[in-house]
């Protein structure tokens, strides 16, 4: 008896299992998701100097979360090359022209927004276009081809240097698939007026455009 009572019981475990897990299954909905990004490409920092010679490469890694169709969040770091210029006539025929490289890294808080569910009918877009705003904190460090021109730039700085950042910009992303995405972001982000090692009494603008993949 005690067998046949184990077997019915076994059988029924079976057999409910499985449907509670489709049920709950079907009630599963896309959101909240985490994801995880990886971005490549160029940025310049405004300056005083053909900017469009300054360009270098640039990267970053985020991870994130979506925690509604319309907002989102993520931690974004982006990194490494930058440059700056200066060019100031010495005498009246002597003119220097020069290039110096420095590194930096900035780990930024952001919140994002869905502008296609935030306007549309839907929780999901094939395309969908992201405004983002973030806060976070720069390190520029190895600034020695600029500080060794100090006699022509008397505010470069040789130590390592913090800077706030504030990030505004835009997001492209395409979903190739249902884990995959892909992205094309472009942002600006304000910095202090010394991060280029001149000052204008105004903050330092770096531009950075960048192709991505997202892995939700």
């Known amino acids: 008896m005690f067998k046949k009572i184990l077997a019915a019981a076994l059988l029924a475990i079976c057999t409910v299992v499985p449907t509670m897990a489709q049920q709950e299954e079907g009630a599963k909905k896309p959101f909240p998701y985490v994801f995880v990004g990886?971005?490549?490409?160029?940025?310049?920092?405004?300056?005083?100097y053909d900017n469009c010679k300054?360009?270098?490469?640039?990267?970053?890694?985020s991870v994130g979360a979506w925690f509604t169709p319309i907002l989102g969040a993520r931690l974004h770091v982006n990194g490494l090359w930058n440059q700056g210029g200066i060019k100031k006539m010495i005498d009246e025929e002597t003119a220097f022209d020069?290039?110096?490289?420095?590194k930096?890294?900035?780990?930024?808080?952001?919140?994002?927004?869905?502008m296609m569910t935030l306007f549309g009918k839907k929780d999901y877009?094939?395309?969908?276009?992201?405004?983002?705003?973030?806060?976070?904190?720069?390190?520029?460090?190895?600034?020695?081809?600029?500080?060794?021109?100090?006699?022509?730039?008397?505010?470069?700085?040789?130590?390592?240097?913090?800077?706030?950042?504030?990030?505004?910009?835009?997001?492209?992303?395409?979903?190739?698939?249902?884990?995959?995405?892909?992205?094309?972001e472009v942002a600006a982000n304000s910095l202090s007026d010394r991060y280029n090692s001149k000052v204008y009494s105004k903050d330092d603008w770096q531009l950075t455009a960048q192709l991505g993949l997202a892995f939700k």
């Open 104 to 114: 930096y890294v900035t780990p930024d808080l952001a919140l994002m927004l869905n």
């Open 38 to 48: 990886l971005q490549g490409g160029g940025q310049t920092t405004l300056t005083n």
């Open 125 to 184: 877009y094939p395309v969908n276009l992201y405004l983002i705003g973030g806060v976070g904190l720069n390190t520029a460090w190895d600034n020695g081809e600029a500080y060794s021109m100090k006699n022509l730039m008397p505010l470069a700085w040789n130590e390592t240097r913090l800077s706030h950042n504030a990030r505004v910009g835009a997001q492209l992303d395409w979903n190739l698939c249902k884990r995959l995405s892909l992205n094309l």
């Open 98 to 102: 020069k290039k110096y490289d420095y």
């Open 54 to 61: 300054l360009i270098t490469p640039t990267a970053s890694v």
